[in-house]
């Protein structure tokens, strides 16, 4: 598994990630084990959580059972700020420290190597938020800190608190980010990569429309397309079938699937430092792991965007 640099300073990580929001609502704990044990038998290093994952908790709870002894070797993520009812919800100082001391007592660990806010808050400045991670990372409960669907101007805001205040920095972003979902690279990925901030891009397969198990009208039962019609509106447009279509066709054309396209095309892009997976079966992270491989060439990629012109061009 080849490691990669988290940002300015931060840790090794594994190119590809294992997103644990299954963990407490489609898995119960065997599964989460059985998952977690073939992660870090594929030599998966980051594991990906939040508070809020598993129905508020769960997934920490049982992702941190599943662990046990081999939470040193790995560098364990998390993330606050979404709506844990009668928990509370935000970044404000004293709310930042309750979630982590929760979160750390359901990860059974002292500390996060990787804190991150899960999205913004437009009740709390922003210094103050950095402001505590700083005091959080000094205080040793957390090793680094990033964000997550943070917009351009607010990463940009947020580096230079940090840097005016000689505070912990932000080193990462987590985003949307596929092959059908574009978006970000019109103003977040110019910014990262000024600020040599790393991408944890999530969603890499558009929620299963790339895994090339789907066509158009059939959703197979148990799948999450077949229980999320929210998910149906927003993937399943005439727009993205096509493009399906193709980058299918651009794939078996060099004796590839649809799905080690999308992780290798991920895996590609300079800016991403791991791409954040999740899975419900064990076979699954030997697929995802594999995915990776292909090393796409430039006029490879060239190719590809072709292909997803329209999604490059709305952004």
């Excluded at 941190?64 to 606050?80: M, P, V, Y």
């Excluded at 009208?217 to 229980?227: D, Q």
């Amino acid at each position: 598994m080849e490691q990669r640099q988290l940002g300015i300073g931060g840790p090794k990580v594994s190119s590809v990630g294992l997103g644990c929001n299954n963990f407490g609502g489609r898995l119960d704990q065997n599964a989460t084990n059985a998952v977690v044990s073939a992660a870090l038998s594929q030599g998966i290093t980051l594991f990906d959580t939040a508070d809020v994952y598993g129905n508020q908790g769960g997934s920490e709870e049982m992702l941190g059972k599943a662990l046990g002894k081999e939470r040193g070797a790995i560098i364990l993520a998390s993330k606050f700020g979404h709506d844990m009812g009668a928990d509370g919800k935000g970044a404000d100082p004293a709310y930042i420290r309750r979630a982590l001391d929760a979160s750390l007592k359901r990860l059974g660990t002292d500390y996060l190597d990787l804190y991150q806010l899960h999205t913004p808050d437009p009740l709390t400045p922003l210094a103050d938020t950095l402001g505590t991670l700083d005091e959080l990372v000094k205080e040793g409960k957390v090793r680094a800190v990033g964000c997550s669907n943070l917009p351009a101007a607010q990463v940009y805001e947020a580096a230079q608190i940090a840097k005016a205040k000689q505070q912990t920095a932000f080193i990462c972003a987590q985003d949307e980010y596929s092959l059908l979902v574009r978006g970000i690279e019109h103003d977040l990925i110019p910014a990262l990569t000024d600020l040599e901030m790393g991408l944890l891009p999530y969603f890499p397969l558009a929620s299963g429309l790339l895994t090339g198990k789907y066509q158009p009208g059939i959703l197979p039962a148990g799948t999450r397309f077949a229980s999320s019609k929210g998910a149906q509106d927003r993937y399943m447009t005439p727009e993205n079938w096509a493009k399906v279509q193709a980058l299918q066709a651009f794939a078996t054309a060099r004796d590839h699937t649809l799905l080690e396209l999308a992780f290798s095309w991920l895996a590609a892009q300079p800016v991403v430092s791991s791409v954040i997976a999740g899975a419900t079966r064990p076979e699954q992270i030997e697929q995802n792991v594999a995915a990776a491989d292909w090393q796409l060439s430039a006029e490879d990629l060239s190719e590809i965007d072709r292909i997803t012109a329209g999604e490059v061009a709305a952004a």
